[in-house]
């Protein structure tokens, strides 16, 4: 079965850090780029960060560049978020997921491209308060 | 970066409608459009990608449409198991933004 759990959520206080982890099992982990989406209450979904198959390339929200950083282990087939400087407003459920790749038949081959996330885990729980 | 927004926010509706949901890219994201459904307390479910592509499993009742900024998503029917929140997201650039969300409710 195809699957991705998070753990490593919890409380923290303003100004803390902590690890999320995601465990993916069922499919080629190293061959996926993978994203965390995270949700504060009652609010919609925030796209955080994604990473390629390898590592080497890694995006960001604006709102966490410089205090996050995500990070995985294809041996492990873990992907990581290492969040520092944490606010009130990182406050989430936070989700990995896998971004879906597709064939593309073009003029001159094929090309393997991405759009969507296809495989989602249960999401950790992440408050920061005092 | 790219913004994404939905309309309307609610859609007040009963079983067996036909629902329509807009989605506007701030610029054009060709057809690097994805559609999801969530219900309360769930993880996001992947519907359609490539803005019309129908994912596995899903029913054919959900469909996609649009290219450019401006993208639809329609239920032909709409079943009781179908009241939740859908959203709409971008893979045009490695910035995947999300759009707001539209509840779907009961009329």
Redesign the interface.
């Known amino acids: 079965e195809v699957q991705l759990v998070e753990s490593g959520g919890g409380l923290v206080q303003p100004g803390g850090s902590l690890r999320l982890s995601c465990e993916a099992s069922g499919f080629t982990f190293s061959n996926y780029w993978m994203?965390w989406?995270r949700q504060a209450p009652g609010k919609?979904?925030?796209?955080v960060a994604?990473i390629n198959q390898d590592g080497s390339?890694k995006?960001y929200?604006?709102s966490v560049k410089g205090r996050f950083t995500l990070s995985r282990d294809n041996a492990r087939n873990s992907l990581y978020l290492q969040m520092n400087s944490l606010r009130v407003e990182d406050t989430a459920v936070y989700?990995c997921a896998r971004?879906?790749q597709?064939l593309e038949y073009l003029l001159y081959g094929t090309k393997t491209s991405?759009?969507?996330?296809?495989v989602?885990?249960?999401?950790t729980t992440v408050t920061v308060s005092s | 970066d790219i913004q994404m927004t939905q309309s309307p926010s609610t859609l007040s509706v009963s079983v067996g409608d036909r629902v329509t949901i807009s989605c506007r890219a701030s610029q054009s994201i060709g057809s690097w459009l994805a559609w999801y459904q969530q219900k309360p307390g769930k993880a996001p479910k992947l519907l359609i990608y490539r803005a019309s592509t129908l994912e596995s499993g899903v029913p054919s009742r959900f469909s996609g449409s649009g290219s450019g900024t401006e993208f639809t998503l329609t239920i032909s029917s709409l079943q009781p198991d179908d009241f939740a929140i859908y959203y709409c997201q971008h893979s045009k650039s490695y910035f995947r933004t999300f759009g707001q969300g539209t509840k779907v409710e009961i009329k």
Do not use: T
């Open positions: 994203s989406v919609g979904l925030e796209w994604n390339d995006y929200v604006d989700y971004e879906k597709f991405y759009c969507g996330m296809d989602w885990g249960q999401g």
